[in-house]
């Protein structure tokens, strides 16, 4: 199992759609089940990444050894309206319980106060600790709605510091991901 802190974070560019399609794919039944909430087909998954409209979506990765292990999807409510946005988090099981699912989600967060969201809704099944965890880590209200879990989390307005928080990280990110696939041709 590899921790959060050897991971690298950042945003995929457009041309990334597959390598998250990839990681989806690679995710167990059960966590499909979760971060869907039913049962979802490879073609399913197909289909929820060809439909992801660029302009409204952004997608943090998270990368292990060069590879994409984890991911945290925002969707802003629409194309004018970017006041309130929608997140999914998933990690694959062998990388859980390292602190990824957290730092992805504080991450997604920061990507969606910074261009203007004041608050962020996450949605899980009432059976999905971890995800009700790290919502009430981040001070998340969290109510049960027609057996789904609805978590709001508020955020304060963007401000410099966080602006350039999430250029560092992704940055940093950037970096460590570069020297991740040049130690795994080596290896
Ligand atoms: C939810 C998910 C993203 C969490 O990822 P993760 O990398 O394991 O998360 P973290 O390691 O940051 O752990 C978050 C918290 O959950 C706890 N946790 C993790 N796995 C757990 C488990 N199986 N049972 C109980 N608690 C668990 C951790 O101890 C941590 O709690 P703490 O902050 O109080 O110490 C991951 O389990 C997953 O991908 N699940 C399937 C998809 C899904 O459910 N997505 C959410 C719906 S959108």
Same mark, same amino acid.
């Given at each position: ?14 041309? &990334? ?68 946005? &929608? ?78 928080? &999430? ?21």
């Amino acid at each position: 199992m590899s921790k959060a802190h050897t991971c690298a974070f950042r945003k995929l560019r457009s041309g &990334e759609r597959s390598l998250y399609r990839d990681h989806l794919h690679a995710l167990s039944p059960t966590d499909r089940h979760l971060r869907f909430h039913g049962f979802t087909s490879d073609e399913t998954i197909d289909q929820h990444v060809a439909r992801m409209d660029p302009r409204r979506t952004q997608i943090i990765g998270a990368f292990v050894d060069g590879r994409l292990h984890g991911a945290a999807e925002i969707v802003f409510a629409s194309l004018t309206d970017r006041s309130s946005a &929608e997140l999914a988090v998933s990690v694959e099981d062998p990388y859980q319980r390292a602190g990824v699912g957290g730092g992805l989600t504080r991450r997604a967060l920061r990507v969606a106060q910074n261009r203007g969201a004041r608050f962020v809704w996450m949605y899980c099944l009432p059976e999905n600790e971890p995800m009700r965890r790290i919502a009430s880590s981040l001070h998340g209200q969290l109510k049960l709605a027609d057996a789904t879990i609805d978590a709001r989390l508020q955020l304060a307005p963007a401000t410099l510091r966080s602006r350039l928080q &999430e250029q560092l990280e992704d940055g940093l990110g950037t970096m460590r991901l570069l020297s991740q696939v040049a130690l795994a041709r080596v290896a």
